[in-house]
T-cell receptor, first 112, second 113 residues
Framework: DADVTQTPRNRITKTGKRIMLECSQT?????MYWYRQDPGLGLRLIYY???????NKGEISDGYSVSRQAQAKFSLSLESAIPNQTALYFC???????????FGSGTRLTVV | AQSVSQHNHHVILSEAASLELGCNYS??????LFWYVQYPGQHLQLLLK??????LVKGIKGFEAEFIKSKFSFNLRKPSVQWSDTAEYFC???????????FGQGTTLQVKP
């Protein structure tokens, strides 16, 4: 099994719908992150969490919310999806700053 | 403002050619530097990293990078590329404290057989 698992892998949803992307990890890492990837823009940080009670906004958090249900689970929600949220979403985990991230396989989200 | 800039957006090389991908960053304080690779349809994988010590770091698959503090650069190199190196490459800089990474825009490398 993968160390960092994201579900679903692909999703098409309609404008205005609420959608949740899920991430779970078996690494035992405290730090978890959500990024979105857009062509030509690289990866941009949406939210990050150091533990269940410590959740922080990233550079592009508007229109998103997160929930850290347990050390191993970190979910990203789009309360009312819009087309410009169409992107590839990655969850990542880390132990400490100098170790870098372990990434999940990504969720490709299309909002029509 | 903290930022990472990758100079080359799309690079096309023939097999056996040498590769150098540029990365410059703007970041206050102690930095950790990374190069990630994303093969088509896959997630990002760590190629190499630098946080202290020898500024020339070696990674997987024959890649290396040199940290030049005075130039705020962390360029990626490989002496001889292979067709299987076709991928997108991301430079990232991060904080030792928070672990947050800022990514560059990415460079798409296409290696022709």
């Amino acid at each position: 099994d993968a160390d960092v698992t994201q579900t679903p892998r692909n999703r098409i949803t309609k404008t205005g719908k609420r959608i949740m992307l899920e991430c779970s990890q078996t690494k035992g890492h405290d730090r978890m992150y959500w990024y979105r990837q857009d062509p030509g823009l690289g990866l941009r940080l949406i939210y990050y969490s150091f533990d269940v009670k410590d959740i922080n906004k990233g550079e592009i958090s508007d229109g998103y919310s997160v929930s850290r249900q347990a050390q191993a689970k970190f979910s990203l929600s789009l309360e009312s999806a819009i087309p410009n949220q169409t992107a590839l979403y990655f969850c990542a985990t880390s132990v400490r700053g100098r170790d870098g991230y372990t990434f999940g396989s990504g969720t490709r989200l299309t909002v029509v | 403002a903290q930022s990472v800039s990758q100079h080359n957006h799309h690079v096309i090389l023939s097999e056996a050619a040498s590769l150098e991908l540029g990365c410059n960053y703007s970041y206050g304080g102690t930095v950790n530097l990374f190069w990630y690779v994303q093969y088509p349809g896959q997630h990002l994988q760590l190629l190499l990293k630098y946080f202290s010590g020898d500024p020339l770091v070696k990674g997987i698959k024959g890649f290396e990078a040199e940290f030049i503090k005075s130039k705020f650069s962390f360029n990626l190199r490989k002496p001889s590329v292979q067709w299987s190196d076709t991928a997108e490459y991301f430079c990232a800089v991060g904080s030792s404290n928070t672990g947050k990474l800022i990514f560059g825009q990415g460079t798409t490398l296409q290696v022709k057989p």
